[in-house]
């Protein structure tokens, strides 16, 4: 679940790279969605550490995720990201609950990072940027012909380098995220794990979003102009072919009238001998 929640705001947060009127906050899932990313997270660390009752840490983090559900649903708006967070953070709570030990509630964060990671690396290994193929589904999304598509983009040598750059960029925040916070974890430090990892959550992701517009939205807008003027002038020659073809059957028309009148005279004439 925690792996699906993640691959949720990884798309949404793509997904805003490929507009041209780019927004952190809109990147993000807007204020309300990131205080709710944030809330759960927080209300562990600060509980468990004023307590050191993982029992009461538990409830006090599961209330407040479902809380942020139940005032989404009374006030009739979208629940599906709310309640994949929900479901995410139940995961982590359950894992931390089942082995009686806190910090394992951020162990499905680092197995998370970890498939990332070779996810984005293997990408770059095939030639194939993971973050490319996101954004380029996201503005053309198919069910066939995936080669074609691949090698259609993959064309654009500057868009590539692009891609490749943004992608080595995520691989670099999922790593920084387990450079920094497994330490803390085997040192049994709950209050600074959590604190980093609340930190390097929203915050960084943000970041890390708004680093990958800088890369590739210039040069989506290249190639968004460098297609419309093909497209322009496609359709300019296909003006000009249908032009040339009614000129043709215009003058073709014209032949016929005037043998069909000279016909009609010829015979005229040869009726009057």
Not at 158 to 187: D, E, I, K, N
């Amino acid at each position: 679940m925690k792996a699906h929640d993640d691959a949720s705001s990884l798309r949404s947060g793509i997904a805003s790279v490929v507009d041209e009127d780019f927004s952190v906050k809109d990147a993000i899932g807007g204020v309300r969605g990131a205080i709710e990313s944030v809330l759960p997270g927080l209300a562990f660390v600060v509980v468990f550490v004023a307590t050191r009752n993982l029992g009461v840490t538990v409830i006090v983090a599961a209330s407040i995720a479902a809380i942020c559900v139940v005032a989404r649903l009374l006030m009739r708006q979208q629940v599906r990201s709310a309640l994949t967070g929900v479901l995410s953070i139940i995961v982590c709570l359950v894992w931390a609950w089942l082995s009686k030990d806190a910090k394992n509630f951020y162990l499905p964060g680092f197995l998370t990072n970890a498939f990332w990671i070779i996810v984005l690396v293997v990408s770059l290994g095939i030639r194939i940027p993971g973050i490319g193929a996101l954004v380029e589904f996201v503005r053309n999304p198919v069910t066939s012909g995936f080669r074609q598509w691949v090698d259609v983009w993959r064309s654009d040598r500057h868009l590539l380098r692009a891609y490749v750059v943004t992608t080595w960029v995520w691989v670099g925040m999922f790593a920084l995220r387990l450079v920094v916070q497994l330490p803390l974890y085997l040192m049994d430090s709950v209050g600074f794990l959590g604190t980093a990892r609340l930190v390097m959550g929203v915050p960084l992701f943000a970041l890390t979003i708004w680093i990958s517009w800088i890369f590739i939205s210039p040069q989506i807008r290249r190639r968004e102009a460098q297609e419309a003027a093909k497209a322009a002038v496609q359709a300019e020659i296909l003006d000009m072919d249908t032009d040339t073809d009614t000129h043709m059957v215009t003058d073709a028309d014209t032949d016929t009238d005037v043998d069909a009148k000279t016909d009609v005279n010829t015979g005229t004439g040869d009726g009057q001998q």
